[in-house]
């Protein structure tokens, strides 16, 4: 079934306490749309400068993913992010951000994209999610990420969203600033109450957490000795969720849970390297190799 | 088989966001023969001094819990430690700690304990937990807990200690102090090479990692919204663990995780109210209830 995503593309300069890297690719549309693509056709839509390396919109093309909706806007430059990952590798500050051509970004959907089942709105503000929102029609599950600075900014348009859109994905400090709750599993709730059908804390190192009316459950991360980068784990595991659900064209009880561990597996190669260079290297076999491990590690 | 217990006994004071209570039954001896006792009979060696109520005593006795090696020092205080959580509920400030009777106490194993099958060494000195050692014979399974205190100022003898015991019980950050590795797959493998057989790394409310030569593996916590104390949850965590382990008879790998799975879900049960309230109220059929939601949950 077809799945999109309206989301950011950018350039990434990354520091770890080991390497660095710049310039690389990156953005939330990109590593979702990736990570979609081991189980899916994937339709794109973002924004980037004239400074676009082509190789980049190539090597998206390479995994089957739809680059129509990515569009090269004159005299721009595209989005830049700049961060440097502290020694525990789960939190980061922010250097520098450049949102160059997202200032202007006003996403107008190719009209052949109207249409469309499976609707993935990455991290972006409340009411530009919606202006995506009021061009599609009959999405089947509309699912959308979002961030503190839009709970501190726009939390009026963003409890608007929430009441429009299925799931929301957003990672745990999040979760515990917009329901003002530390309890994880309470705040899962809280969120749920203000419209989605289900909810999903990431937590980084520590896995993510589904809730949805009937179900509560958490879901660990893949042990991984070899962190390189975290950058796009999130997005990684929004991608491979979403991908899977579009490639089984479900969305029940059952199909969501396994979602969340193909989400957590393609987030857990993400993060073995810099930028896409781990994924690169992968195929569908091998995130089915490790769902083997991951199934075993779970069962007793 | 017979599980014995060398730990402290305490008297809490606890501070939470929402709550405090002050004086109330504490200790890592206290939570983990209580924690055990679901499984199996358990004998507690531990000092208390003069203003320690017997009440307690009765409480551990109407468990079947052992005190035969629970000590009342003449002249002596009991172990007081008074601690405040942080909104997170994960994090805590120790407010006021005073040692009391374990500045001198020199635990002596009463003749008939010395036979053990299986030992607990609850987070004490290493050099403590080694004169324990010396005094037990052909115990077949032996796991010790220690502290970021002892790391620091008896570094040499937990590295002696590490090479005399089957398995360490130690927190995250306990285990990225002790290796110098910030990730905890590695460093769970690093510890292991310092001598146990096996490691286990406690991460409160995001769960536990096991690490032995053939197995890396995490399991996550029960996501519980009624966090009210976590105060003895990763004794708890260990006696729920120990205790299992001493009813089967045995340590195979299937064994062990079964028994980490009981840890998990007595400590889920522990943080549900202050000391050992909640245990109070709980029997052995409710964590086989709380084990078949757990199962459900891990299972896809």
Not at 51 to 73: C, E, F, K, N, Y
Not at 91 to 106: G, I, P, Q, S
Not at 222 to 233: E, L
């Amino acid at each position: 079934m077809n799945l999109h995503v309206v989301g950011s593309v950018a350039l990434d300069s990354v520091e770890t306490p080991q390497s660095r890297r710049d310039n690389v690719l990156g953005g939330s549309a990109v590593f979702f749309s990736y990570a979609a693509s081991y189980f899916t056709g994937v339709r794109l839509v973002g924004a980037v400068g004239e400074d676009w390396p082509t190789a980049h919109t190539t090597l998206l093309q390479s995994r089957g993913i739809d680059t129509q909706g990515l569009v090269v806007m004159p005299g721009e430059k595209t989005f830049r992010w700049k961060g440097k990952y502290l020694p525990n590798m789960n939190d980061r500050e922010t250097l520098e951000v450049h949102l160059n051509v997202l200032e202007r970004f006003d996403p107008v959907l190719p009209a052949d994209y109207r249409h469309c089942q499976f609707l993935f709105l990455a991290n972006g503000s409340p009411t530009l999610q919606m202006k995506v929102l009021d061009q599609v029609h009959n999405a089947a599950l509309t699912v959308a990420d979002t961030m503190d600075l839009w709970i501190n900014i726009q939390h009026d348009e963003l409890l608007q969203l929430l009441r429009r859109i299925d799931g929301l994905v957003l990672n745990d400090s999040e979760a515990r600033l917009l329901t003002d709750d530390d309890n994880l599993v309470r705040a899962g709730h809280k969120v749920r109450a203000m419209g989605p059908k289900f909810v999903v804390i990431k937590k980084g190192e520590h896995g993510a957490m589904f809730f949805s009316q009937h179900e509560t459950y958490v879901m660990p991360a893949f042990p991984t000795p070899d962190v390189v980068d975290p950058t796009g784990a999130g997005d990684s595991f929004a991608g491979g969720m979403m991908g899977y659900l579009a490639e089984r064209n479900q969305f029940d009880p059952k199909t969501l849970k396994e979602a969340m561990a193909y989400g957590t597996l393609v987030a857990s190669f993400t993060v073995e390297d810099f930028s896409l260079d781990r994924l690169r290297r992968i195929e569908r076999p091998d995130l089915e190799r490790r769902m083997d491990e991951y199934r075993r590690m779970l069962s007793f």
